[in-house]
């Protein structure tokens, strides 16, 4: 019989349908290492910095011109931004709707030189200068206080929205905190107030107990299936120690989280071949936007944390009219399977 389950994060109930269950082999679909460019059509490689706008930054070993080889991460401007920098966070009402301007920034973070080469590949020092580059931009978009949240996100295979194969993230930032966000923030501190406990951290010990969808750890951070995952072999990652802001890692956490995204995602190559997917990086909104929220704790309740969602099945009307999400394959079933992957 299919069970109901409930996430106590955000209180979205799931369908996991498990008389419907397929097998792994069956979510096998055109695999994201056929969309590569060729490095001399590919505008993010090394060599190419001219086809591109401008960097903000770039992370150069060896010191070097702007604009210019002899880097290691690179970050640009998004050619056809979502929300342009430009403008004021000017807000009316349109009759009984509400309309802003479409202010923020979109930034792109190019992940390697090299033509064909996904993250997962590199080594995890490589990996780690990634996440610390998301850090400082995350720290000099914060000082606009015009924003209220920063989201980064890895498109991967068009399946999953990216445009272009090369290795590379993206960096949104909000004049509104997302509802997706406000909903976990506010789940999140109605269970600290009833409980005095995070959830997060209650969440990584009932994992941790059960040891049915752990599928990777190390000393810094818990990959595992949610209870209530939306979709098949979708994952997060926990870090073990309470942060509310990315920007609170340390670079042994870097190392850490850069270790456990790579182990995740080369098992979900080898166990799918290498599947279009998300990556969400969840962190609290900017501290302009949340003084009031922080003194009422949300250091304490709340917890940054990573979302990998391979798009291996397609939404139906029953999950965009209902809110309900169907999932095929039992996380149990998926983290059982993705920990026998040996990579």
């Known amino acids: 019989m299919a069970e109901l389950r ?6 979205r109930w799931v369908i996991v349908s498990t008389e419907r269950t397929k097998s792994p082999a069956e979510f096998i679909s055109s695999s994201c290492s056929s969309e590569a460019e060729s490095g001399k059509n590919d505008p993010l490689a090394e060599g190419n910095e001219k086809m591109t706008p401008p960097e903000i930054y770039a992370l ?13 991460v690179r970050v640009i401007p998004n050619t056809y931004p979502v929300l342009r920098i430009e403008g004021q966070n000017r807000a009316e009402g349109v009759g009984i709707y509400d309309m802003m301007d479409a202010v923020g920034a979109h930034e792109i973070i190019v992940e390697t030189p090299l033509t064909g080469h996904p993250l997962e590949t590199l080594a995890v020092e490589e ?18 206080l015009r924003f209220r949240y920063l989201l980064v996100f890895k498109n991967v295979g068009r399946m999953a929205g990216a445009s272009l194969s090369h290795a590379h993230s993206q960096l949104i930032a909000t004049p509104v905190v997302p ?9 999140a501190r109605s269970y600290y ?13 009932q994992e941790l107990r059960d040891n049915q969808r752990v599928v990777y750890q190390n000393s810094g951070f818990i990959a595992f299936c949610p209870y209530a995952s939306r979709f098949p072999f979708e994952v997060s990652i926990f870090p073990r120690r309470q942060m509310s802001d990315f920007y609170s890692a340390e670079k042994n956490e870097f190392i850490q989280i850069a270790d456990c995204y790579k182990v995740v995602v080369q098992k979900l190559n080898k166990a799918l071949n290498h599947p279009h997917y998300n990556c969400l990086l969840y962190t609290a909104p900017t501290r302009s936007s949340t003084t009031t929220a922080r003194l009422d704790g949300l250091e304490r309740y709340f917890r940054w944390h990573v979302e990998i969602i391979p798009r291996v ?13 169907i999932n095929p394959v039992p996380p149990e079933a998926a983290a059982q399977f993705m920990q026998d992957v040996q990579v």
Do not use: C
């Open 6 to 11: 409930k996430d106590p994060l955000t209180y």
């Open 60 to 72: 150069r070993p060896k010191a070097g011109l702007a604009n210019t080889g002899g880097w290691k």
């Open 127 to 144: 990996i780690a200068e990634v996440f610390k580059t998301y850090k400082l931009r995350m720290i000099d978009l914060e000082k606009d």
């Open 179 to 187: 509802s997706i966000v406000q909903n976990k923030l506010d789940h």
């Open 193 to 205: 107030t009833e409980k005095e406990r995070s959830i997060f951290e209650d969440i990584l010990q």
């Open 313 to 325: 099945t397609m939404i139906t009307g029953f999950e965009v009219g209902s809110g309900f999400y």
